[in-house]
């Protein structure tokens, strides 16, 4: 089975496991944006494209594209509504696919179901299709991430206070996001290490991986989200302690 | 121009962090023992020589085996590839056999002379027109082949893309750096937005006292508001637009002062007749200062921007929009038109405005100056922006993931130890 975001759902089979041996890697990635040569026009071309455009132009415009040089909208949680609202300027289109959750489907083709629901519904609600400028056509893209080991090791839970702010936004974006796609019970490996399956520690950092949970990591920019972290980490061991 | 030496990648750690410098390192391990070669048309001036005198000595820094070619040619092959220029940004350019002819020798004889070194790369990016010939001239290649396009073909002058895609289709990979420049083509483009180098002249911090010189050297008012346009006298950046902009705004900001800066435009007589234009527009209006500055005064330019208070550029058609770029490191709200790669950097109450009439620009303007508080919100806003987006740092990272991605397939994911 492959989850959201193409990989197979298995930690076994990606060969991406961040805490084997009880021990957090601290990985990173960078990602290249690839132009896919399709754009459309209006709604109806965006949907026509949905249906067959591969499964990666999805996980860009949902994730990846965090990655990548651009604004992060702090209203609109993917490429697709961002698109509606600054382009299409239909406020509808752009809340109906801006409430998507990536993270509710176990894959992209069920993420592109419901994004493909999400336009047909709009459409019949309207007599006209609204055409954008040739200059403002959604361009679908897609990427190739390269996923690397930085090589650091953290060994105890109170060792992320030091190495959490010290980490690249994309080793954030890694951990913090990607992971929600990428590991079996769909949460970011900082909460799979405290208190995942297998977990070494026990129920002993429960409480600290509920506040990770409170993480909203869509409405912030990675540096945002490392600030909210580290900062959660850093109060957390300081009335804790070890 | 200044001949600094170019500093290496650990000057940056105080502008963008040791995480990303460390990243930079990380991923240039994984290309250890790769031998990459740049080949363009030229070393010094225009900004492809500006961003690889800059990357270069970067990747060399990171160690990273990176040489840096430059083919040479006559009269007639830059006319040529003059042509190629206009004709990919959409004019309509018929050029003359004998001028294709002239630019196609002109490879073969760069060839002779580069086809060893070219051959044994593990990767050569060729940026622009000038030397994309050269792949087919060396047979024996080995490594993977890269085209960077600098320029904006979203609508190229079809005869001469279809000419130069001839070359540019026998590519391993091309590279562009907006979406909407990507044309069909048979291997994957890559999209790599620009750069600023936040440590050149034109764009490094400045002391108070080199800003404050601004004002006597111009005649300009410290203590009145100014807004500032650097660009070339060019009809596609409505320099009259901005005037008339400025004109509106004034009757709510008497005191308010306009700069126009742009290149001297003795070899261009269209850019000659711009300026004429625009001195006409700004009749003897004392507030409005249109200044002729040579191509190297950069930290004039720098200090300009630092000294206004609002950043604008409302071009009427834009490819990236560096200038952009560069007002909002400064830590200045930008007014730009709403097109091209300005969309990609002016968010409307966030980093600045989009304009689509003088008029918009006008409100803008007023806008600002009469919200001091949000002014600098949105200045601060601009800066970071910058630093997280579209800084030298950021393009390095972009060019060592592409190379890495060359090197590992096709993947969508490339796992790396």
Not at chain 1, 72 to 79: C, Q, R, S, T, W
Not at chain 2, 55 to 83: A, H, N
Not at chain 2, 217 to 244: A, C, E
């Amino acid at each position: 089975m492959k989850n959201a975001q193409g990989v197979p759902n298995n930690k076994a089979q990606t060969g991406e496991e961040c805490a084997p041996n009880n021990v957090f890697h601290v990985k990173d990635c960078a990602l290249i944006a690839i132009a896919t040569g399709r754009r459309a026009q209006n709604l109806r071309e965006v949907r026509d494209i949905l249906q067959t455009i591969d499964e990666g132009s999805i996980y860009y415009h949902f994730w990846g594209s965090r990655l990548q040089p651009r604004f992060d909208d702090p209203e609109y949680l993917n490429d697709f509504a961002a698109w509606a609202h600054r382009a299409l300027r239909d406020g509808k289109a752009a809340e109906r696919l801006g409430v998507i959750d990536p993270t509710a489907h176990s894959n992209l083709e069920e993420l592109r179901q419901e994004l493909i629901e999400a336009i047909e519904t709009r459409l019949d609600e309207e007599e006209h299709v609204t055409w954008v400028k040739s200059d403002m056509q959604f361009n679908f893209l897609t990427s190739q991430i390269v996923v690397f080991d930085t090589h650091r090791i953290i060994t105890d839970p109170s060792d992320l206070v030091q190495a959490v702010p010290a980490m690249s936004a994309s080793s954030i974006f890694y951990h913090l996001i990607d992971a929600r796609r990428r590991t079996l019970d769909g949460i970011d490996d900082f909460r799979s290490w405290l208190s995942g399956y297998g977990s070494p520690f026990g129920d002993r950092y429960q409480d600290l991986s509920e506040q990770i949970a409170d993480i909203d990591p869509f409405f912030s920019s990675l540096s945002e989200l490392r600030g909210e972290l580290a900062a959660i980490l850093s109060n957390y061991f300081k009335g804790v302690g070890k | 121009m200044t001949n600094q030496k170019a500093p290496g990648i650990h000057s940056y750690t105080d502008v963008v962090g040791s995480d990303v410098i460390s990243q930079l390192q990380q991923l240039a391990e994984q290309l250890q023992g790769k031998k990459v070669v740049h080949v363009n048309s030229t070393r010094v001036g225009g900004g492809v020589a500006e961003i690889l005198a800059k990357l270069v000595p970067l990747m060399q820094d990171l160690g990273i085996e990176t040489s840096w070619e430059v083919i040479t040619g006559e009269d007639e092959f830059y006319q040529c590839t003059k042509g190629f220029h206009n004709g990919l940004q959409g004019n309509v350019v018929n050029l003359p056999r004998r001028l294709l002819e002239n630019f196609e020798s002109t490879n073969v004889q760069n060839a002779e002379k580069l086809r060893p070194q070219l051959e044994d790369a593990d990767i050569v990016i060729i940026h622009d027109p000038q030397p994309a010939p050269l792949i087919e001239l060396c047979p024996k290649r080995r490594g993977k082949w890269v085209w960077r396009c600098h320029i904006d073909v979203s609508r190229p002058y079809r005869p001469i893309w279809q000419y130069l895609r001839n070359f540019v289709s026998q590519y391993d990979a091309s590279i562009f750096s907006l979406a909407n420049f990507a044309q069909p083509l048979p291997h994957p483009q890559y999209l790599i937005p620009p750069s600023i180098d936040p440590l050149s002249d034109k764009n490094v911090d400045l002391p108070k006292k080199e800003i404050k010189k601004v004002y006597s050297q111009f005649g300009l008012d410290p203590d009145s508001p100014m807004v500032v346009q650097v660009s070339r006298f060019d009809r596609f950046k409505d320099p009259v637009g901005v005037i008339q902009a400025f004109k509106l705004a004034t009757k709510y900001h008497p005191s308010l002062q306009l700069v126009l800066a742009g290149g001297t435009a003795t070899d261009d007589p269209e850019g000659a007749m711009v300026l004429e234009e625009v001195k006409a527009a700004a009749g003897d209006d004392k507030n409005i200062k249109i200044l002729s500055l040579p191509g190297d005064a950069h930290r004039t330019i720098n200090a300009l921007q630092r000294a206004s208070d609002i950043v604008i550029q409302k071009s009427v058609k834009e490819g990236f929009g560096l200038t952009v770029t560069e007002g909002l490191w400064k830590g200045k709200p930008v007014i730009g038109g709403n097109t091209g790669g300005i969309r990609l950097q002016v968010i409307n109450h966030h980093t600045g405005f989009l304009v689509d009439s003088p008029e918009g620009a006008a409100m803008r303007i007023r806008y600002l100056l009469r919200r001091q508080e949000r002014l600098e919100e949105i200045g601060a806003k601009a800066k970071e922006f910058v630093r997280e987006n579209f800084l030298l740092t950021r393009h390095l990272r972009e060019y060592l993931t592409l190379m890495l991605a060359l090197t590992h397939g096709k993947a969508e994911r490339i796992q790396l130890g």
